[in-house]
Each structure stands twice: as C-alpha cells, then as structure tokens.
C-alpha cells in the first residue's frame, strides 16, 4: 500500500519583488523551501508508515531543482521520491497541475494500491488550495480538506475518520479509502532528518517522470491545459496617510488629536 | 477559430452565486457576493442567480431574493442537510450543464474552496482563488485580481478561452448589498441528481467553535484593537480589552503574539488567520509584516501605535502615531471614556 505526499517547492514568500521595467517576478536568486504546509503532508506519510508500514511517496512538480525538495523528503524517511519535470510542463495553472499530479498516483496505483494521498491545505506562493480538490475529483476519491486530526483509520473497513478545521466550526467526518486529505498545521510536528538518513538520501535515487512516462495529451498539460492566465502583475497598493501629534513627547495630546479626528469622521460611537 | 471560439462562448450567460450555508444559516460573503454580482451582471445585461443547496432551504432562497437575485435555482433534499463534497459537486455541475452560467462566484471560505476546486476540475474551466477585485469587460471575460506570495504581490487573472468562469471571492472584501424585503424572484426547484448510497464520505458531528472564552468572531467587528509582540506579555492584553470595551469592540491580535500564547489562534489577523474589514483597526505594537497586512489592510481606517517610525505599519496607517503604546492606549482609553461620560451626561 501507498500513501503519497505532494509537496511543493516554493520560493521564501517575503522576498518576491516585481521587475519594475518587464512588470515579472524576479524569482532569481531567490533561495527555496519545502512549501511549509506540504512538510505536515509529507510528516503524515511518514506516521503512516512508521504506524502502519505503508510505503510512503513523496511526489513533486517542478523544474529539475525541485530534486533538492525530494531528496529533503527521502532524508526524512519516504521511500521513493518522484520529481514530475517535463518542459510541457510549465506555465501550469492548477487546472493542468493537477492532471499532471493525478496521473502521476495513477501510475503509481499500477504497482500497488494507494490507500491515501496528502497535500498541504494551500501553497505560500500560488496560495490557491485547488490542487488537493482537482487531484480528488480526476482519481475520484474521498476529498477531505483541511484536516487537523486524524481520529481513526480502519483498514479493514476502508474507512477514515477524521475532524475538519473550517471557519468557527469543526466537522467530524467518516470518508470511504482511498481519500484525498488536505492538512492545516496543527495536525502534526514535522520531524527532523537524523544524520544516517541524511546520508542515505543523497545516495537514493529520485525518479524522475516527464510526459514519456505519464503519457497525457499536450492539450491538457503545461500552459496549453491552463484555462487562467495571469495578464498582470502589480504591487499593491498602499495609500500614505497622516502621522498624528507627537506621541513620545506628548502621549495624551496625540490621543486627543486622534479623537478629534475620528470625531470628525463619525467613527465613534461612545 | 476565432469566430468558433466566440459561438462558444456565447453560449453561456448569466452571473451565478453560490449560497454557502450552515445549519440553515447563510455564510455572510453569499450576501456580499450578490451585490457584487448584480454589478457584474447589470454590465453583462443578463440575469443574477443564486445556488441555495441544502436540507429545508426555502427561507435561504426567500433571503436570495431580498439580497438581490432575480433567480435562485434550489435543490432541497435531506442528502444534501450537511454540505459534502461529491453531493453539492453533482449538484451545482448538473445546474451548470443545464442553464450555463458565464460567472460562478463562491465565497473563498473553507467551503467555498472546497467545492469551487472539484467544480472547476468536473468542468474543466479555470478557476481564479481569494479574488479582492471583480470586474468584466464587453466581451464577457472576468479580471480577477488576487492577492498571492502572501500579499507581497497583486495579480490579475483571466479565463478567456473557457466558460464558466469561477471564482472564490475573499469574505469582508465585497461591501454588503442592502436587504429589500419587497423584491421579488423567481425560485426554480430541481431535483437532487445523487442518492445517499453514492456517497463517499458522512458527516458525523458539527462542533461549533467556542470555549476558553474565545467565542468572539473578530471577523464580523467594526472595531479591532489588535496587539503584538510589542504588547510584552499576556497580562498587557487587558490594556487593550479596555480600549475595546469603550469603542465596543473586539481585540485581535498578530501572529507573534499567539505563537507566544498571548492570544488564542481564532484571534489572529492576518494570512494564516482571519482576514477582516472593520471600520477602524488599531494595531499596537506590530510591525506590519506583509502577512498581517494582508488580513487587515482593507480596513476603513487603520491606526498604527508603534515606537518605530521605520514600522511598516505606517504605511498602510490611515493615522499613525510614533509613541510608547503604554503611555498611548492609556491616555486614549482615558479621553475616550471622558467623551463618553460627557455625552452620555448630555443625553441624560
Ligand atoms: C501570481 C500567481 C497567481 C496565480 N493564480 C492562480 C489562480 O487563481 N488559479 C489557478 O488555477 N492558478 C493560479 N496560478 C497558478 C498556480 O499557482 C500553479 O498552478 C501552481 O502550480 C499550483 O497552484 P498553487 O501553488 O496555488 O497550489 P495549491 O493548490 O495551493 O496547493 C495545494 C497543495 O497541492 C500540492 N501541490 C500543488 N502544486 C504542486 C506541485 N507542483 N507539486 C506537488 N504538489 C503540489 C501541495 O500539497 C500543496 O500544498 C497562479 C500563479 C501565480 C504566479
Ligand atoms: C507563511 C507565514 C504566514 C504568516 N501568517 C501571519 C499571520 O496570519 N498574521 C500575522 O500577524 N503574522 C503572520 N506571519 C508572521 C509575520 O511574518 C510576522 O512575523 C508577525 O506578523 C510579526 O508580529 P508582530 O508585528 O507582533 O511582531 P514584531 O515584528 O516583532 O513587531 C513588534 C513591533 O512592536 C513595536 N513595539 C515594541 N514595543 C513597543 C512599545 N512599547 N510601544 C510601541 N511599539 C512597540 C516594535 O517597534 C515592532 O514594530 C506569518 C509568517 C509566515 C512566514
């Protein structure tokens, strides 16, 4: 049985800047991590294994770079790493990534079950969540979004039992196997690889899959399978408004001023 | 193969809104979808809809109406009493496949991402994430701009190969429609295209959130006084509760400060926590990183108190002051409550 984990590799949200003269992001020396949430997706493959002696997948998407963020997955202890890396690939929205990702499980499923597949609630660059959904609908499995518990797992019964984190409310929730879960930071701590696994990882092999391997039509994939299409790409804005009075100097003449001001406005309603 | 295109297209009409609902009650970002939407459809010349799925919705599709849609399509069926994935997924694709909408908006809630992402895929058109601005030009294709890499940038997306054309929209940023009890629509009832055996998945339980005296839903506040690490430790927070309780409002706080344990999760402000639209949001003693900008900085007036003139803070601060927040909330909290004592010494 598998449990597969997508992870992502993301650049260090803070630092992207826009290139004021070709209006692109400047994504150039600009250092790259594991995108956080998936490190709780790959962390919950790996307690399915510890627990249940699943073999765990960690699946990625990506230039061929994206191989540092596998192998970060192999020195934590999943057992095969997969890099999906094509050049038909690229300009991907989520529509296509997910085709590319759930052809990949699929592929897997050829050469054993996959019980379960987790992805990170949302990513920090694309920040979307909609490559967790569009993998469930194209495998057709359970969908489970925004998991920050895992109550039971019966694997007898297929079933899963899990709590849903959404806005003011959870949800307790019983789903058929094979499920796909979203996870939210609070399900797990991820772990730190151990030095002998740190060796073995750079000694592992991480495959990697293009479209020869996976097959799919150029219509579906990369930036011809993309319904959207970013057509521009701004900072926001920020509008400047007043320094009030001199707070250090004269606290309680500053609070009067502002009062005044939101007296002005109508804002109070003391 | 441009004249193709364009008949295809044009096959679809209509503004769509998906009604989020809990329990029989509405999520709020519906509502402000529908004003949107009606914009967007009053451009278009073409109809606003409304989706109301559920168990005894009759009432939600009443509040539709009220809120602005011309006509609610409903589907009413005890399979559909929690909302589920694959049964509110065969619910809203058959609709779409019958009546074909131009625009689908859902509110960019755990729900609303849920379900606009299996929708998408199903129908295999584009889908554009935590949308802040909506607008459509004469050929019918939708300018989504987002906010993404956690608000350091703005894009603006379009679907225009591809119809429908969805989108989750973020809550608190669309301003809310008025309610007019007096309009009126129409309700078309269609039967649920699943059964109860097809299902993958059941809920169990709902468990509101509460306990631990942090029932407050910061999101829904006009007035958000929000502390930082600059408020130094737990008991400071008290200071800030009574600055809110004179403007009757609710204190929030950033990242920083909840990690420490200052403040419980359901109170941050910010990309990891909530995004909210007060009328006036106080930030004390928080720098102004980017991720807490983004959940707060659509704000009407946002007040920044920081020691630190650099704080990026002020730059989204309709009024900023350059102070010690201990001696600043302080005196604020002081002549508000004079303000307060003189005016209600008037009335009296
Ligand atoms: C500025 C900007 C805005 C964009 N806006 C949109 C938009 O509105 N709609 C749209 O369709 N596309 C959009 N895109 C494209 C989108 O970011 C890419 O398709 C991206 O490959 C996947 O989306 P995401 O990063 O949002 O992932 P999410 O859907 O947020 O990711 C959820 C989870 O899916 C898994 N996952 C996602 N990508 C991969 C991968 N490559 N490899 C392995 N696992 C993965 C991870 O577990 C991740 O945690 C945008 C891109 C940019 C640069
Ligand atoms: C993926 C990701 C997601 C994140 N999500 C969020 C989020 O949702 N919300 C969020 O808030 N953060 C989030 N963060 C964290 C964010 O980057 C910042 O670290 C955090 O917002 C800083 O909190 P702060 O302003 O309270 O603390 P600091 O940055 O330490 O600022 C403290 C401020 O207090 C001022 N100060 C100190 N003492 C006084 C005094 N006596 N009087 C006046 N001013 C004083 C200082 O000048 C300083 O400006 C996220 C980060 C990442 C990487």
């Known amino acids: 049985m598998y449990v597969v984990a997508c992870i992502k590799q993301v650049p260090d949200t803070t630092q992207v800047q826009i290139d004021p003269v070709t209006n692109t992001l400047v994504r150039d020396g600009i250092p790259f991590i594991v995108n956080p949430y998936d490190s709780h997706a790959l962390e919950e493959s790996l307690c399915m294994k510890d627990r249940y002696g699943f073999k765990a997948v960690a699946l990625s998407m990506g230039p061929p770079n994206a191989e540092a963020t596998l192998r970060k997955a192999l020195s934590l202890g999943a057992d095969r790493a997969i890099l999906l890396s094509d050049r038909a690939f690229g300009g991907a929205d989520t529509l296509s990534t997910s085709n590319v990702l759930a052809a990949a499980i699929r592929k897997l499923a050829e050469q054993d079950e996959v019980g379960l597949v987790f992805c990170g609630k949302q990513t920090i660059d694309g920040d979307t969540a909609q490559v ?33 984190k959404l806005e003011g409310r959870y949800e307790i929730v019983e789903a058929k196997l094979p499920a796909m879960i979203t996870v939210v930071r609070e399900l797990n701590q991820p772990r730190y690889p151990t030095v002998p696994m740190r060796l073995k990882a750079v000694q592992s092999d991480v495959d990697v899959w293009d479209n020869g391997v996976l097959r799919l039509d150029t219509n579906s994939i990369g930036l011809k399978g993309s319904p959207t299409w970013v057509s521009r790409i701004f900072s926001p804005e920020r509008s400047q408004g007043e320094i009030v009075g001199d707070g250090l ?12 001001r939101l007296l002005a406005r109508d804002l109070l309603t003391v | ?149 956690g608000g350091n940038i703005m894009a603006t997306i379009i679907c225009d190969k591809f119809r429908p054309q969805m989108a989750t929209v973020r809550p608190h940023v669309m301003p809310m429609p008025p309610f007019d009890a007096a309009l009126t629509g129409e309700v ?19 468990l509101m959130d509460g306990g631990s005296g942090s029932q407050v839903d910061i999101s829904g506040a006009d007035f958000i006084i929000s502390g930082g690490r600059g408020m130094m430790n737990k008991e400071n927070f008290s200071m800030l509760q009574e600055l809110a309780d004179v403007l009757g409002g ?52 946002v007040i920044a108190i920081n020691r630190d003139p650099e704080a990026p803070i002020f730059q989204v601060a309709s009024y900023g002051i350059v102070g010690d927040l201990f001696q600043v909330i302080p005196a604020l909290t002081r002549k508000l409550k004079t303000l307060k004592e003189a005016r209600s010494g008037k009335r009296a």
């Open chain 2, 1 to 149: 193969e441009e004249a193709e295109l364009a008949r295809k297209l044009s096959a679809y009409r209509g503004v769509w809104v998906f009604i989020e609902q809990t329990e029989g009650e509405a999520a709020k970002v519906s509502w402000e979808l529908l004003g949107k939407g009606k914009e967007l459809a009053e451009a278009r010349n073409c109809e606003l809809a409304a989706v109301v799925m559920g168990e005894g919705v009759e009432e939600l599709c009443r509040q539709a109406i009220g809120y602005g849609a011309q006509r609610v399509f409903s589907m009413d069926a005890p399979v559909l009493r929690h909302y589920r994935t694959d049964a509110y997924q065969r619910g809203v694709c058959a609709l779409v496949e019958k009546y074909r909408p131009e625009v689908i908006l859902m509110g960019a809630t755990g729900l609303g991402r849920d379900l606009a992402g299996v929708v998408a895929t199903e129908l295999s058109t584009g889908l554009t994430a935590d949308c802040t601005g909506l607008s459509i030009d004469d050929k019918g294709n939708l300018m989504q701009t987002r906010p993404a890499f």
């Open chain 1, 132 to 164: 967790g959904p569009g993998i469930a609908v194209r495998l057709g499995i359970s969908q489970l979004t925004l998991v920050d518990r895992i109550e039971h797992l019966d694997f007898l019964a297929r079933k899963i039992r899990v709590r849903r």
């Open chain 2, 188 to 206: 078309v009832r269609e039967s649920v295209p699943v059964t109860e055996e097809e299902m993958k998945v059941k809920v169990l339980k709902i």
């Open chain 2, 250 to 301: 609710v204190v929030g706080a950033s990242r920083s400060a909840v990690d420490a344990g200052w403040m419980p999760q359901d109170r941050q402000v910010g990309q990891t926590g909530k995004t909210v639209r007060p009328k006036v949001y106080i930030a004390c003693g928080i720098s102004g990183a980017i991720q807490h900008l983004v959940g707060m900085q659509d704000s009407d007036v």
């Open chain 1, 249 to 260: 100097k004269d606290p309680s003449g500053t609070a009067r001023d502002l009062v005044e």
